[in-house]
């Protein structure tokens, strides 16, 4: 058994350092805020009352705060000037087809964030969303994120993501992440 001096610290995952790091990534050179909220997460771009582009988290969730940048990451240039991306969303209740194209459009985002989880130490969870809809298998739904999650490590992250990923592992002295840290199991 090892001494407590020997094991490792544990991490605390606050909201406000995350929102530190993105302001000093992006606030500038993306005219891009990360915003605690109160409700749900939302994205707004900047528009004639709000001069920045605000990445709205849910309830101050650390999480959910790296689950909204996942999607700020995959979000191309005309997707970032509509609200919300402009992405078709149907609360938790969904249908099997309407649970399908969900996660199509989640795939992505969610194999990003369980790389930025990686880079700082924090337990990701995948989610499907859908706690009150039709029952579907989670199954394809999981190995197409891990399937992502491989591609992101072997051929390159998004600019964004990367610079997220090489901050998010220096603030918490984890290495980068990479292919061999990732199991499906891991996926539940």
């Not at 993306?30 to 997460?41: A, C, D, F, M, V």
């Not at 999607?71 to 970032?80: F, I, P």
């Not at 199509?104 to 337990?123: D, H, M």
């Not at 891990?146 to 993501?161: I, V």
């Amino acid at each position: 058994m090892s001494s407590p001096a020997m094991q490792p610290a544990l991490i605390t995952h606050n909201a406000e350092d995350l929102i530190i790091l993105f302001d000093e990534l992006f606030s500038d050179a993306e005219n891009t805020r990360l915003i605690k909220g109160e409700q749900e997460p939302i994205y707004i771009p900047a528009n004639d009352k709000q001069a920045f582009h605000q990445v709205i988290f849910a309830h101050g969730f650390f999480s959910s705060a790296l689950h909204e940048i996942a999607h700020w990451c995959v979000a191309g240039e005309l997707r970032r000037q509509q609200l919300d991306y402009g992405y078709w969303y149907a609360p938790d209740g969904r249908n099997q087809q309407q649970q399908a194209e969900f996660e199509k459009v989640e795939v992505k985002p969610q194999a990003l964030e369980w790389i930025f989880s990686k880079a700082c130490q924090k337990q990701f969870r995948i989610s499907v969303d859908n706690l009150s809809g039709e029952a579907t298998d989670a199954g394809p739904f999981k190995a197409a994120v891990y399937r992502q999650t491989l591609f992101f490590c072997e051929q390159g992250l998004p600019a964004r993501a990367k610079h997220l990923v090489d901050a998010l592992a220096d603030f918490y002295q984890r290495p980068i992440p990479t292919a061999a840290h990732f199991q499906l199991a891991e996926l539940g």
